[in-house]
């Protein structure tokens, strides 16, 4: 959603929601393997519709968690609550500060940190600011060609916000057409195809009214910088033609 208010699912995406590829991504030696069909919403869980379903959405241990009420007892559900209590409360302060009590995962992990010193800084008419990780080696995507990538998004001090990598599907989105903020629309229209890079968004390019913090996502201010690490993965369109 560019500089529109942030959403539920990610605070990247515009009102009408994301694109996510719906089959995974493999790498498979270096090359990247894909599903064609798209999907107008990340996967998600159990959905209770109106009127209830009883459409079973899990199981565990002999345990059905399902979308209408003729599944979900009150018995069962007394000890979904007492189980979660009974290991989570530890975690809960640092939950609802943003801190997720397990790693997350990177799209740069440790050594890759390190080497970021030692790369150059290159900075736009903008004030956008990116470093190339990797630079690839495939084609730059045209303005308002759709592209797959894989993010993750922090605030400065490296708390993650946001990821693609936790919903275990690239992110699939329109760019230089206004669908994600200026500085994610800015920062891959000069990446290759295959590229990893780094960028340091600046908060007029970030977002306007900022994200309000939830569990295991920290408050992003209005107008303050963020940090993207993009892996450009494919153009659809580009590798049909």
Request: hydrophobic share 40%; charged share 15%; glycine share 14%.
């Amino acid at each position: 959603m560019a500089a529109a208010s942030s959403s539920s699912a990610s605070p990247l995406l515009l009102p009408s929601g994301p694109r996510y590829a719906s089959t995974a991504w493999l790498r498979v030696g270096g090359g990247v393997f894909r599903g064609r069909a798209l999907s107008s919403a990340a996967p998600c869980c159990c959905k209770v519709a109106a009127g209830g379903g009883a459409a079973q959405c899990g199981a565990a241990d002999g345990l059905v968690i399902g979308c209408g009420s003729s599944t979900s007892t009150r018995r069962s559900l007394l000890g979904v609550a007492l189980g979660t209590s009974a290991f989570g409360l530890a975690a809960l302060d640092a939950v609802a500060g943003g801190l997720p009590p397990e790693e997350k995962p990177k799209l740069c992990d440790a050594a890759c940190e390190s080497e970021l010193a030692n790369l150059p800084m290159v900075t736009t008419e903008s004030g956008l600011q990116y470093k190339d990780i990797k630079v690839g080696e495939g084609p730059s995507p045209p303005v308002g060609f759709q592209v797959a990538a894989n993010y993750v998004a922090m605030v400065p001090n490296g708390q993650i916000f946001d990821s693609s990598l936790e919903k275990g599907q690239p992110y699939i989105f329109r760019v230089g057409s206004g669908q994600v903020i200026q500085g994610l629309d800015e920062g891959i229209l000069t990446m290759k195809v295959g590229g990893l890079r780094r960028l340091y968004i600046p908060g007029p390019l970030a977002f306007p009214k900022g994200l309000t913090s939830a569990p295991g996502r920290p408050r992003v201010p209005p107008n303050s910088p963020v940090v993207f690490d993009v892996n450009l993965l494919y153009i659809p369109g580009l590798d049909d033609e």
